[in-house]
C-alpha cells in the first residue's frame, strides 16, 4: 500500500485487510516519526510553544491586574480618568483585532529591528494580547466582591490600595479562578500561529514532517493529540488548584 493513501481508503482498508492496514499503518508511522528522529520536530515545537505560553501568560497576567485596577478604580471612585481613557484603548485595539495580525505587526514593524529574539518578541505579543482579556477578567471579579470588604478594609484603617491588594483581590482570583484557566488554554492554542514569525512552536514542527513526507495525516493529527493531552492537563490543574482554594474557604 502506498504510503500516501488517503485517509477515508487508509480508514476502508482496515476492514478490507487487517494485515496490510497493520503494515502501512506502521511503514507510515515509521516514515514521519523514526525516519531522522522527525518526532524531534514536535518535542521541540512543543517546548517552544510551552516557553511563549508561560511567559506571555505571566506578562498578561501582570499587564491586566493593572489594567484591571485602574478600570475598577475608576468604576468605583471616579479616579484615574486619563489612565482609564488609555486602557480602554488598549483594550478596544488588542480585543479588536486578529492575534497574528498583532503578532506580525509587532514582529515586523515594531520589535524585530532592534534585534530581540523570535521567542522573545513571540511572548511580548501574546502577553500583550492576553493581557487584555486578563483584565476584563480581572476587573469583573474585583467588580463582584462586595462593596462591604472596601469597607471593612477602610474599618480596619487600610487605604484603597492595601485593601485592594490585601482583601479585594485574593477575593476576586477565587472568582476569576475558571476564567482564567479557560484563558490560559485559549492562549496555548493561540500560540499555534507563532509560525507567522518563522518561529519553530508544534505546529510548524508538524508542517516540517508534512514537508519532508507528503503525508499530512499522521504529523497533523499528532500535533492535534499532543495539544488536546496538554489542555486536559492543565485543565486537570486548574481543577484541583480550583478545589484547594475552595476548601480553603470553607
Known amino acids: 500500500m502506498s504510503l500516501l493513501l488517503s485517509p477515508a481508503r487508509f480508514a476502508v482498508s482496515l476492514f478490507r485487510d487487517p494485515v496490510g492496514w497493520w503494515h502501512d499503518f506502521t511503514d507510515r508511522f515509521v516514515n514521519n516519526f523514526i525516519t531522522d528522529n522527525r518526532w524531534k520536530y514536535l518535542l521541540d515545537g512543543l517546548g517552544a510553544t510551552l516557553l511563549i505560553t508561560v511567559f506571555a501568560l505571566l ?11 485602574v478600570r475598577s478604580t ?3 471612585t471616579g479616579r484615574l480618568g486619563f489612565l482609564n ?4 484603548l488598549y483594550l478596544t485595539v488588542f480585543r479588536g483585532t486578529p492575534v497574528v495580525v498583532q503578532l506580525m505587526i509587532t514582529y515586523f514593524v515594531i520589535l524585530s529591528p532592534l534585534g530581540l529574539n523570535d521567542l522573545v518578541i513571540a511572548m511580548i505579543a501574546f502577553g500583550i ?3 487584555a482579556y486578563v483584565a476584563e477578567i480581572f476587573r469583573s471579579g474585583i467588580m463582584s466582591v462586595d ?3 472596601f469597607e471593612a478594609g477602610r474599618s480596619l484603617g487600610l487605604n484603597y490600595r492595601q485593601t485592594m491588594w490585601s482583601i479585594v ?3 476576586a482570583f477565587k472568582n476569576i479562578l475558571p476564567a482564567l484557566g479557560n484563558e490560559l488554554i485559549v492562549l496555548l492554542k493561540e500560540t499555534s500561529v507563532a509560525g507567522y514569525i518563522a518561529i519553530h512552536d508544534l505546529t510548524k514542527g508538524g508542517y516540517v514532517i508534512l514537508g519532508r513526507t507528503y503525508d499530512a495525516f499522521m504529523p497533523l493529527i499528532a500535533v492535534a493529540l ?5 489542555v486536559l492537563l492543565l485543565q486537570a490543574g486548574v481543577n484541583h488548584l480550583e478545589r484547594r482554594l475552595r476548601n480553603s474557604g470553607h
Open 59 to 69: 506578562i498578561g497576567v501582570v499587564l491586566g491586574v493593572l489594567v484591571a485596577i
Open 169 to 171: 483581590l485574593p477575593q
Open 129 to 131: 494580547n492576553s493581557g
Open 85 to 88: 481613557a488609555i486602557c480602554k
Open 74 to 76: 475608576y468604576d468605583k
Open 226 to 230: 499532543i495539544y488536546l493531552a496538554v
Open 147 to 149: 462593596n462591604g470588604q
